[in-house]
């Protein structure tokens, strides 16, 4: 890009020329500023609050005046030349402080892998690992949206200056985490923004749910997933998370075959009504098939939604099961 002497061009040209070379920008806003959290706490015995992010469109605009604003006062007068120099520290503080989020969200991370090692399956210990896990979801948001004001306030930057910014050390980072598994309200997040790759892989979704009792046989489950992975070879797997029966020999049957799995759990704050509406939100991802496995009422409301949205479905009795396999 050319430097762009800005001291002869009128103010309507100086927007027109920031809007087109920024334009792409805005999509990035809406995506990065997107949530699917419903309140979050900052730091441990924090009360929980139910805030929003801030609006993308504004966290745009304000990016790009705390820019601009510092060279329109500062051009033709003395203080000019450290114009420069005062907006590369502007970008790089947005820089420092995505760092430093990003840094807590790894330390989050090995806090919910450290739950996840000791579960003993108390309540407790469920509400601990929910916690965690919502602040974990709330440190990656944060830090995607800060990296987000970054790129945007580096891209400014070259604009008024047409130089490049670059940050004293490291590489920029602009996507979220990736994993095998994912959790799943993580990606319903990214579902909707369709364009985050990190959280939203390419394949087609097959559903799968199973009770969690009086289920023994595994080469029968792993025979019907064999089954429905030839016919869906890019398949994305997504289960309810139960950690015994049938989704428990899914998700090893998922790790064997290295197939990416969707982990779809209880939502305590929906009490009686979570499971249902994990069913619903199941049926939501536009699966191309559903494998379900003979359970609770559960197992039977989502075989009932998966016939009334016509989607192709294996249906598996507990008679099914060879005996010999105990």
Known sequence: ???????????????EFIAQETAATTDDFHAAFASNLEGIRIG?????????????REA????ELIVTTLFDVLRDTRLQPAAERLAWGIVNSFHHVADQWAGQADK????????????????????ELEQARDNLEFLDEATDALRCMRDYAADVFHTETGRPWSAPKGSLISSKRTASVIAATDFLAARRLRKNEAHY???????????????????LIWG???????????????????????DAMAAAWAASRKV???????SAKLGKRAGFVRNEQMVGLRPVEA?????????????????????????VRLSDQGWEAQ
């Open 1 to 15: 890009m050319t430097n762009i002497n800005r001291s002869v061009r009128p103010f309507s040209d100086i927007a």
């Open 44 to 56: 441990r015995g924090e009360e929980e609050m139910a805030t929003d992010m801030p609006d993308p």
């Open 60 to 63: 745009q605009l304000a990016v």
């Open 108 to 127: 989050a991370t090995r806090d919910v892998q450290e739950l996840l090692r000791c579960a003993d399956g108390s309540e407790i210990h469920g509400v």
């Open 201 to 219: 892989p390419e394949g087609s979704v097959v559903i799968f749910s199973g009770g969690a009792d009086c289920w023994f046989d595994e080469r």
């Open 224 to 246: 019907k997933l064999d089954e429905t992975k030839a016919r869906n070879p890019m398949m994305l797997l997504a289960t309810t998370a139960q950690d015994k029966g049938c």
């Open 260 to 266: 990416k799995l969707i982990t779809f759990r209880l």
């Open 291 to 315: 494998l379900v496995c003979e359970g609770s009422g559960l197992q039977s409301h989502l075989a009932r939604l998966v016939k009334e949205k016509r989607i192709p479905a294996r249906f």
